[in-house]
């Protein structure tokens, strides 16, 4: 393996902002590796939502950073203290102090994989973060029952793609939204028994669920969308369910009054984070052999994925943030 260079390529955020913020710069010094760390040379990058929101400053980094919370790669050095870890090694990772838009990375070693036979570089990238959201989420913050009613934004997204593969692998019966008339087919395909369009009043989805489900409504709400959609969550679920917001595309919820969830229904309110369930590197290894394992068995597909060059991430960025886009987004990297 080549020597590390000195400096590197990638995409250096100097001011939060909206897209243009995100420059291309060939002069980024390389990490340098602290205790517990290894550097990759990175491949292919995984693109997430949560990237839009450091770029902009709703999540705080100090400046300037390189954003970007995952990559599948190769590793180029390891600090002494690693030992599981050598340089050639194919590997996935998570990173929560992000770095991952550049040629290389440094990471801990409690949230690398080991790339098994027949995953790749790419496939890491295309699943780690989003296929342990979804994981977490319906093991975790809501365990999946194979009787309920799962009502999923954003169905044809990244995390939603996964989430209806892995529900309705369960058999739980999925009511996914989606955007446009497309997206609302690639839901189906997905796996959603219903899709409602998330362009619909608030008003109008809600007596859609209510129709579906015979009066019932949701014993699960998977929401990611945030701001825009916490309220019909409330009126979406059914008795005893739990809404789970776990995400802010449309902008954060703001404080909720507790009482709201008195009442009628008792509902319990999740907020959850990936990186708050995998903290304890034990379940960092359970969740993600148990991914690797719904990859190879074929519940997570990964049909649907679009690349971008890693120079072009501000594109990436605009398509995500315009709702245009399916599936995962990838930004390949420049070796
Ligand atoms: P998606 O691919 O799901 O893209 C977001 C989708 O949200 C859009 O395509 C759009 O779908 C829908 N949407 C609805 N309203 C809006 C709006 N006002 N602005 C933008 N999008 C809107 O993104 P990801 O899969 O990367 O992320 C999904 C969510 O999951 C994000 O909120 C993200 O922050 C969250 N997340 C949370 C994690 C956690 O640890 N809590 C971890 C990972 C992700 P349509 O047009 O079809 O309705």
Redesign the pocket.
């Given at each position: 393996m080549a020597s590390v260079p000195k400096t590197m390529g990638g995409i250096l955020i100097e001011q939060t902002g909206g897209s243009e913020v995100l420059q291309w710069k060939d002069d980024i010094a390389v990490p340098e590796l602290k205790e517990g760390q290894l550097l990759v040379k990175n491949e292919w990058v995984g693109?997430?939502?949560?990237d839009t929101?450091f770029r902009s400053g709703l999540y705080k980094a100090p400046l300037p950073f390189v954003t970007g919370g995952e990559a599948g790669g190769v590793v180029a050095a390891v600090h002494d203290s690693v030992s599981g870890l050598k340089v050639g090694d194919k590997v996935g990772y998570l990173s929560q102090t992000r770095g991952a838009y550049a040629q290389y990375t440094a990471v801990a070693e409690e949230k690398v994989i080991i790339l098994p036979e027949g995953v790749t570089t790419k496939t890491a990238a295309a699943s780690l973060?989003?296929g342990l959201?979804a994981l977490t989420l319906i093991k975790e913050a809501h365990y999946v029952k194979p009787t309920d009613w799962v009502f999923v934004?954003?169905a044809?997204?990244?995390?939603?793609t996964i989430l209806c593969e892995m529900i309705s692998s369960i058999g739980a019966k999925i009511i996914g939204?989606?955007?446009?008339p497309e997206?609302m087919e690639q839901a189906k395909k997905n796996g959603a028994n219903y899709v409602i369009s998330?362009r619909e009043s608030p008003e109008k989805i809600i007596e859609e669920v209510k129709r579906i489900t015979g009066g019932h409504g949701a014993d699960a709400v998977f929401d990611?969308?945030?701001k825009?959609t916490f309220d019909m969550d409330l009126e979406i679920a059914a008795r005893k369910a739990t809404v789970c917001t776990?995400?802010?595309?449309?902008g954060a919820v703001p404080p909720v009054d507790v009482m709201r969830l008195a009442g009628s229904k008792n509902l319990k309110l999740m907020r959850?984070?990936?990186?708050a369930y995998l903290s304890d590197a034990e379940d960092f290894r359970k969740y993600s052999s148990e991914l690797v394992d719904m990859l190879k068995r074929g519940i997570v597909k990964l049909e649907n994925t679009s690349d971008y060059k890693l120079e072009d991430a501000k594109a990436a960025h605009d398509d995500?943030?315009s709702?245009?886009?399916t599936g995962k987004l990838l930004l390949q990297v420049p070796q």
């Open positions: 693109v997430n939502y949560i929101y973060l989003q959201t934004t954003a044809a997204g990244g995390v939603g939204t989606a955007g446009t997206k998330s990611g969308i945030g825009a776990y995400g802010n595309a449309s959850p984070t990936l990186f995500l943030e709702r245009k886009t």
